[in-house]
């Protein structure tokens, strides 16, 4: 059974930064692209990030190009979104999602539940 | 980028009625690589339909998805009580990957 657990979320002020990390199980982890989704607060989804299964590509949403890079450790299992000069406006949940291949276009089979951002002063 | 839009917003619906929910692009979706998703609160998202009309593993044959270019349908044959939840349409063919923004599927 595939498992994703994501943790790091909290309240943070304008201009800071935060990481978030996703712990999987289940699968062979290294053999998969990895991506992070946010949903703001009584809003839709909006794809953030993916990296590749080895960590050598990775692409990102425009809103957060330059600010946010994702990495991973697959000797960990886990899933890395290091956030940078954080706007109110990246206030959301943060889902990391399993993408159903790797470096191919493919659909999120398996989603973490999330972990809320805040940014606020 | 593609935008998706879907209608209804909302909804409403008695159990054992069937349902149509439609996401339509703004421009074709390359090779039907269209995905629908199931919200519930406080729960992780449940992929039920890819390639626009593929159903995940394990999801119930209620479920159908069809459609091609630029206009999909989710179709639920007649709902159960669990089936009243949030639904989002999702394009994966070309970057950015983008969603729909949700139909809210309400008991009537």
């Known amino acids: 059974e595939v498992q994703m657990l994501e943790s790091g979320g909290g309240l943070v002020q304008p201009g800071g930064s935060q990481r978030l990390s996703c712990t999987v199980s289940g699968f062979t982890f290294s053999s998969y692209t990895m991506s992070w989704v946010r949903q703001a607060p009584g809003k839709g989804l909006e794809w953030v990030s993916s990296?590749?299964?080895?960590?050598?590509?990775?692409s990102y949403a425009d809103s957060v190009k330059g600010r946010f890079t994702i990495s991973r450790d697959n000797s960990k299992n886990t899933l890395y979104l290091q956030m940078n000069s954080l706007r109110a406006e990246d206030t959301a949940v943060y889902h990391c999602?399993?993408?159903?291949?790797?470096?191919?276009?493919?659909?999120?089979?398996?989603w973490g539940q999330g972990t809320l951002v805040t940014v606020s002063s | 980028e593609i935008v998706l839009t879907q209608s209804p917003g909302t909804l409403s619906l008695s159990p054992g009625e069937r349902a149509t929910l439609s996401c339509r692009a703004s421009?074709?979706?390359?090779?039907?690589?269209l995905a629908w998703y199931q919200q519930k609160p406080g729960q992780a998202l449940r992929l039920l339909i890819y390639?626009?009309?593929s159903r995940a593993t394990g999801i119930p044959d209620r479920f159908s998805g069809s459609g091609s270019g630029t206009d999909f349908t989710l179709t639920i044959s007649r709902l159960e009580p669990e089936d009243f939840a949030v639904y989002y349409c999702?394009?994966?063919?070309?970057?950015?990957?983008?969603f729909g923004q949700g139909t809210k599927l309400e008991i009537k």
């Open positions: 390639g626009a009309s």
């Open positions: 990296i590749s299964g080895s960590g050598g590509s990775t």
């Open positions: 999602a399993k993408k159903s291949c790797n470096n191919c276009h493919g659909y999120f089979d398996s």
């Open positions: 421009q074709s979706v390359s090779s039907s690589y």
């Open positions: 999702q394009q994966y063919g070309s970057s950015p990957y983008t």
